[in-house]
């Protein structure tokens, strides 16, 4: 055996066992992992199927997304008048419809004009009473199917996002208007699910007015009438919703989280947990300009209508702030979250829950690794009785594959769900196909009486591409799986991926260096095949 050829076995032999180490730790307890230095800290990650977890149908009120519509229109409509000096004219939005009263003739004809160069409302009234307006089906459909996009990205951010969210959580859409979320094992307690559904991540800045303890203090102040253009926020205990604090603002925002860039976890000099936010070069402009003339003065922090904290204002502050309340560090990192991931604007509304236990799981992971092995098993004595001691070497060069796939599993912590079992199962089928198709090329060469090793060698070569080509195909379909599919449907493709890899490294270069020992350059009269 020549110097190139150990240093190949060696490496072979290097690999296989780096990723077989890897493979095998999967069976050692979690807590026997944690407490060993030599065993890594995480294998492969289970899914929904295989471990239990959270499984939630949302529906989403697009019936919201269109109110939503409406109400930008009626603002439209309203500079359309004021520019034209209508007055008199009434706005309202109810039941899914534009309603414009006491229009006189010449306003009600500024009015349908104006409606009909929208091109996306059309008139639903009747000439005896108010004009009523209604969105057309072309646009509802649009609005629909915009909200419905927007829930899914937001979801997905706070939700699925792999790095900032719940790893291997799975947000994809369920027919024209739910939401299908899958979350595994104890990655999260359901009531921390639901806070996070829970809560739309409207932020809003607001100059304090006045503030009291109470409501009925503040508004005792201004003898139970409050200004025009104002409201009462209120600042409450998390756990038992006490008022803490009430405070007078403007019903419209100075500033809103729309410029929000980045929002993250930090502590302040008491080691207590504060969100970390930091605005977009436009939105640090705004913040800059009204800290600055506000020094002094308090801005109230408010999320979805909640006042988190309402700090003075000591200096002209930019693009960076803080918001500091009673939280916990989860309840910070889970607030963040939400400012990160974005407002949602359309609400929904949990349509059915289930728990999978864990029990189903095992279940399967155990049939899993017995139809694994029994497939091993009826090939490995397919592969020796048909093909005999070339039969034993692509026995050898399977296990290699398998213990390879399972180890690039582990090390990169992929996602194993029962789709991906079955692509575990099927690349045991499908691994040995391309030894099948390299001993066959082998046999024509030594038919056409060629040496076993000018056989070999032409074998091999001439099975290269044959092979190259059923893998590249078969991993192109994996790729598109991956891109387009949701859930357990990656989760096979990942499996599929990895699989068709290892089979071509195992049957190229394991079983082919099997041969390169024996026969090797030896001159035999006769190759077991």
Known sequence: MNRALRVRIGAIAAA??????????????????????????????????????????????????????????????????????????????????????????????????????????????????????????????????????????????????????????????????????????????????RELLRVTGFLEFKLVLDAAQTEELLVGKYAGELPKDT??????????????????????????????????????????????????????????????????????????????????????ISTRGEITGRFTPQEAADLAVVLRAGSLAVPVEIEEERTVGPALGADSIQRGVRASILGLVLILFFCVGYYRMSGLYAGVALLANLLLLVGVMSMFEATLTLPGLAGVVLTVGMAVDANVIIFERIREELHAGKTPRAAVGTGFQKAFWTIMDANITTLITALVLFEYGTGPIKGFAVTLSIGVVTSVLAALVITRSMFMVYPGTRHIEALSI
């Not at 730790?25 to 800290?41: H, T």
């Not at 019936?63 to 603002?75: M, N, Q, S, Y």
């Open 16 to 193: 296989v066992l780096l990723f077989g180490f890897y493979a095998v730790a999967n069976f050692v307890p979690a807590e026997r992992r944690a407490e060993s230095p030599l065993l890594p800290d995480h294998g492969l990650r289970l899914g929904l199927d295989l471990q239990g977890g959270i499984h939630w149908v949302l529906g989403v009120k697009l019936e919201v997304a269109i109110e939503h519509e409406l109400e930008f229109l009626r603002g439209s409509l309203a500079e359309r008048l004021a520019d034209e000096g209508a007055t008199g004219i009434e706005l309202d939005v109810e039941d899914g419809r534009l309603i414009a009263a006491g229009a006189g003739a010449a306003d009600a004809k500024l009015v349908r004009d104006w409606a009909d160069d929208s091109g996306v409302l059309r008139f639903a009234g009747d000439d005896a009473g108010p004009l009523s307006f209604a969105l057309t089906d072309a646009w509802q459909q649009e609005v629909r199917t915009r909200g419905m996009g927007q829930v899914l990205e937001v979801l997905r951010r706070r939700i699925g996002d792999p790095i900032r969210g719940i790893p291997d959580s799975v947000v994809t859409q369920q027919g024209d208007d739910r939401v299908l979320v899958q979350i595994p094992g104890g990655q999260i307690d359901r009531a921390r699910a």
């Open 231 to 316: 409201e009462i926020a209120f600042e409450r205990d998390k756990e038992t919703r006490r008022v803490l604090g009430a405070y007078l603002v403007r019903d419209t925002p100075d500033l809103t989280g729309d410029y929000l860039q980045d929002a993250r976890v930090g502590f302040d000099r008491q080691q207590r947990a504060i969100v970390q936010f930091q605005f977009n070069p436009a939105g640090g402009k705004i913040f800059q300009d009204l800290t600055g003339e506000h020094i002094g003065d308090r801005v109230a922090i408010v999320l979805d209508d909640q006042v988190y904290s309402a700090p003075a204002i000591r200096s002209r």
